[in-house]
């Protein structure tokens, strides 16, 4: 993932020096967001910090190097992508604190069934009074 999406941005910055139209940085931010939506799911926490950034700057350099030229059309399609963006990370943070309570859920099963267990072992031994 990471080779990747670092490829991706080296390409677009290429592009950039070399002077290309709003068109290549749609497309690449387009690209973009199909990337993280087909990696995102096994995204580390640095992965993602990685992917802001790169997300961050194609707004950024769409904005300012070609605002005056963006269509209304254009204009959609970028909320379009910062939207879809923004549901990715949303569903990774989501499905990460799932994992956390899931793994809290089988923590607390565990303990109580050690206890029952406990308990249970403390009457079954227990001499009679």
Same mark, same amino acid.
């Given at each position: ?5 670092? =490829? $991706?941005? $080296? ?14 940085? =749609? ?7 199909? /990337?993280? #939506? *087909? ?5 580390? !926490? ?13 707004? #950024? %350099? $769409?904005? /300012? ?15 379009? =992508?910062?939207?879809?963006? +923004? +549901? ?5 943070? +989501?499905?990460?604190? /799932?994992? %956390?309570?899931?793994? !809290?859920? /089988? ?6 069934? %050690? ?7 403390? *009457?079954?031994? #227990?001499?009679?009074?």
């Amino acid at each position: 993932m990471k080779m990747g999406c670092s =490829l $991706l941005m $080296l390409c677009v910055l290429l592009l950039c020096a070399c002077g290309e139209n709003k068109e290549v940085y =749609l497309n690449g931010f387009s690209k973009f967001v199909d /990337q993280v #939506r *087909e990696e995102g799911h096994t995204y580390t !926490e640095a992965d993602w910090e990685r992917s802001h950034k790169h997300h961050n700057e194609f707004v #950024r %350099i $769409l904005n /300012q190097r070609f605002g005056k030229e963006l269509t209304e059309s254009d204009r959609i399609t970028i909320s379009k =992508l910062k939207g879809t963006y +923004a +549901a990715l990370k949303i569903k990774s943070e +989501a499905r990460k604190m /799932q994992e %956390i309570l899931e793994a !809290e859920n /089988q923590n607390i099963l565990t303990s109580d069934s %050690i206890a029952n267990e406990e308990i249970f072992l403390d *009457e079954a031994y #227990r001499e009679p009074e």
